[in-house]
């Protein structure tokens, strides 16, 4: 698994802070472990379960070669969303949502398919033969997809997972993959409600640091799958080579031993009867002792 989880990190983290107690979720409640000054204060021994239980799961669908599809568009989550799903080698979006991203995914592919289009104008040269105030559009246009689409241009199909950091801000993303049956993995804070989503870790939304601690530790369990994935592949290309290997050992060995059989008998030379040794009768030997 990835690194152990220490609560003392996510002490220092700031992730046990919630919202004031007047802007709770009542089924926040089983999360919640006191209340101090008018903000609710999140049990953090749960958060610790619920991120291995998430953990785990992300480690798996990164295991089995199908991408998660990280949402962060708060100020203060944009540029830890945007990195560590980078480290990660994941698909993200950090700018606005572009709404039907997954319900209309067909449209959205065509868009991302238009920076494409444009890359390869400027690389023949087609480019070049527009008009100025034509470059200047198309350059704008290409602009404009990269900032929204350009994070998620390798995702060649609809991911098996998203995260969301504030469900509440991200909602219609939240909408889109509950309607299609894609498990949802999301940062929750006091103010939201745990019920909509899959996977649940009741964690400060807010602060910085707390969203850092949260995501490292997904993406180094996504990394993690990803590595036994390889090793995996990795092992089960060496067996056909190894069986194969010892196929070729095994012919050799077969060939070898009927040239060892094929060693020539001993030749015995018959002796010709006439130049045998005379043997004396039994009955003259009789004689000789009269």
Do not use: C
Request: hydrophobic share 35%; charged share 30%.
């Amino acid at each position: 698994m990835a690194n152990q989880i220490e609560v003392k990190d996510l002490l220092d983290a700031g992730v046990h802070f919630g919202h004031l107690t007047r802007r709770w979720n009542p089924n926040m409640a089983p999360y919640v472990y006191m209340e101090r000054n008018g903000i609710h204060i999140i049990n953090l021994y749960k958060t610790v379960a619920k991120m291995e239980e998430a953990g785990a799961a992300l480690s798996k669908i990164a295991a089995s070669g199908r991408k998660i599809l990280f949402v962060a568009t708060k100020k203060q989550a944009k540029e830890i969303v945007a990195q560590e799903s980078q480290r990660a080698q994941m698909p993200y979006i950090t700018e606005r949502w572009p709404g039907g991203m997954l319900t209309n995914f067909v449209t959205i592919r065509k868009s991302v398919k238009k920076m494409a289009t444009v890359d390869r104008m400027k690389k023949d040269g087609t480019f070049n033969s527009l008009s100025k105030k034509e470059r200047l559009q198309v350059d704008r246009m290409r602009a404009k997809l990269e900032k929204n689409l350009g994070s998620i241009s390798d995702m060649s199909r609809l991911p098996a997972a998203i995260f969301v950091v504030d469900t509440l801000r991200e909602h219609i993303a939240v909408k889109e993959a509950q309607k299609l049956n894609i498990p949802v993995f999301a940062m929750v804070d006091t103010n939201s409600n745990p019920r909509d989503v899959d996977y649940a870790i009741p964690a400060n939304d807010d602060a910085s640091k707390s969203i850092h601690k949260i995501m490292s530790y997904m993406a180094d369990s996504i990394l993690e799958g990803m590595n036994d994935r390889k090793d995996s592949k990795d092992n089960s290309d060496a067996k056909p080579a190894k069986a194969k290997k010892e196929k070729e050992t095994e012919e050799k060995s077969t060939e070898e031993k009927p040239a060892k059989a094929e060693k020539k008998a001993p030749v015995v030379e018959e002796v010709p009867a006439d130049k045998a040794e005379p043997t004396e009768p039994a009955g003259d030997e009789n004689k000789a002792s009269e």
